[in-house]
């Protein structure tokens, strides 16, 4: 078995030489601190190629059960991600979303954060087995359209396209027309992962971001991936210094938040998928339209947006994240959470039909 050789990672977890677009407020040796490290032959690089926009590798790691009670050591693949964009934020918000996704029990991808080579990395489980592919949202479209390759929809998201031509609808019925028997199951999937996005804000789910599991040999029947490349929300390209000037305001009373940024922060996140006939929609806007014109999905919206749930993970940021975030970015987050929360149970239960 050819393991990757390297120092033991708890000697050089300080190592910040090589790390670029600092973008948070607490000291790095102090979060590298508080995060387990992969160990010496503990785990191996291997030489799958990974896709995407983020550094990534591809990994496998020696470790035990979970919920078990005997000490048994299984193997599992991680792909492995460092945050290059907005370090080490980008990787922690990726958590925070992942974290969130799991508190409202939906199926995420299993994850973790680790310190490896001195860098805080994000690794999500792989969780296809030996027998399955990933089909993605760009080969479910291109074969929708009647397309050879995947060329034609790389090139409507390379033109920004996507949100006026990969609606909503269209989605839904190329789901229902590569998975007749199984497509209302997906599509269920599918509307809770876009509400996972409108709570969190996240603006990058694009085609390559989500997909539908299938059997090599249709021995199962094809089902709706586990969430993953859940990223881009929560603040997670803003710098503390920016975060501080623009949406907080100091008074005579002490500092509080500036709610007209926020809800302007909060109105302008959009996701990928669109819908037909409305351009630049938001997050609240697509949410609402679905319950509006497909009613079979706005009980499964309601029962995510309970305030338990809202309550789950705020206890959440306050069990895990006071040491990867400054009191002040840990209240906006909370602040941010509790306003999309509102706004979408108004848009979910027609209490507000500006919003639409």
């Keep these: ?6 120092e033991d990672e708890e000697s050089d977890q300080n190592r910040n030489d090589i790390i670029k677009n600092y973008s948070g407020g607490i000291a790095l040796n102090k979060i590298h601190g508080c995060v387990k490290c992969l160990r010496k032959r503990h785990y191996q690089v291997l030489t799958n190629v990974v896709g995407g926009d983020a550094p990534k590798d591809f990994i496998k790691i020696w470790e035990y059960e979970r919920n078990k009670r005997t000490r048994k050591k299984v193997c599992r693949k991680y792909i492995a991600k460092v945050g290059h964009k907005w370090y080490p934020l980008e990787g922690i918000s990726e958590y925070l979303l992942n974290q969130i996704g799991e508190e409202l029990g939906l199926e995420m991808a299993n994850s973790m954060l680790r310190i490896g080579h001195g860098q805080l990395r994000f690794l999500s489980e792989y969780f296809l087995k030996p027998e399955e592919n990933l089909m993605h949202g760009a080969q479910i479209y291109s074969a929708y359209l009647n397309e050879t390759d995947i060329h034609f929809v790389e090139e409507i998201e390379r033109q920004n396209w996507a949100r006026s031509l990969l609606t909503f609808q269209v989605t839904k019925n190329a789901i229902a027309f590569l998975f007749p028997l199984e497509s209302p199951q997906i599509m269920e999937s599918l509307v809770k992962m876009l509400l996972l996005d409108a709570i969190t804000g996240n603006n990058d789910r694009h085609f390559y971001n989500w997909g539908v599991i299938t059997h090599i040999e249709g021995s ?57 006939g409305l351009e630049e929609i938001n997050h609240f806007q697509l949410i609402c339209n679905i319950c509006q014109t497909f009613p079979e999905y706005r009980n499964i919206c309601t029962e995510y947006l309970n305030p338990i749930y809202l309550q789950n993970v705020i206890d959440v940021l306050d069990k895990k994240f006071t040491t990867f975030y400054t009191e002040k970015r840990l209240l906006l987050v909370k602040e941010c959470l509790k306003r999309r929360f509102q706004l979408l149970t108004e848009a979910v239960q027609n209490q507000n039909l500006s919003i639409c």
């Design 1 to 6: 078995m050819n393991w990757t050789l390297v």
């Design 220 to 276: 199962t029947p094809p089902r709706f991936s586990p969430i993953y490349d859940s990223a881009r929300g929560l603040f997670w390209n803003t710098n503390e210094k920016t975060l501080e000037s623009k949406y907080f305001i100091k008074k005579k009373a002490g500092i509080e938040i500036n709610r007209v940024y926020l809800d302007k922060y909060i109105n302008l996140s959009r996701p990928k998928i669109g819908w037909d």
